[in-house]
């Protein structure tokens, strides 16, 4: 019954920005760390980055460091990611993640929960 949805993606000119949302329910997810990871065609998923819902505390993959910021609106249990200076690098289907615990988790064999992704395509 846990459910994540993302929502937000489209097709942007590089150098452009979008934000993405991850509307999460179902349970609390004061214990649990809210990732956003990324993958392309054929490829493995990628971390992008995490926030920890009760702290705030936020951690980025250095690919995007500088460019997005995660973060969540505790009331309404959804997770943001806002990308600026979008690259064609960028372009892959995003999704949302949770997992129960504690520190930084890249492998996305050790989350509970995922959302069905939205697409990102960043045009050259």
């Known amino acids: 019954q846990v459910q994540l949805v993302e929502s937000g993606g489209g097709l942007v000119q590089a150098g452009g920005s979008l934000r993405l949302s991850c509307a999460a329910s179902g349970r609390s997810f004061n214990d649990h760390a809210m990732t956003w990871f990324r993958q392309v065609s054929g490829k493995e998923r990628e971390f992008v980055a995490t926030i920890y819902w009760s702290s705030n505390s936020a951690y980025y993959d250095d690919s995007v460091k500088g460019r997005f910021t995660i973060s969540r609106d505790y009331a309404k249990n959804t997770m943001y990611l806002q990308m600026n200076s979008l690259l064609p690098e960028d372009t892959a289907v995003y999704y949302c993640?949770?997992?129960?615990?504690?520190?930084?988790?890249?492998?996305?064999?050790?989350?509970?929960?995922w959302g069905q992704g939205t697409q990102v395509t960043v045009s050259s």
């Open positions: 993640a949770a997992r129960s615990g504690v520190g930084i988790v890249r492998e996305p064999a050790r989350y509970n929960y």
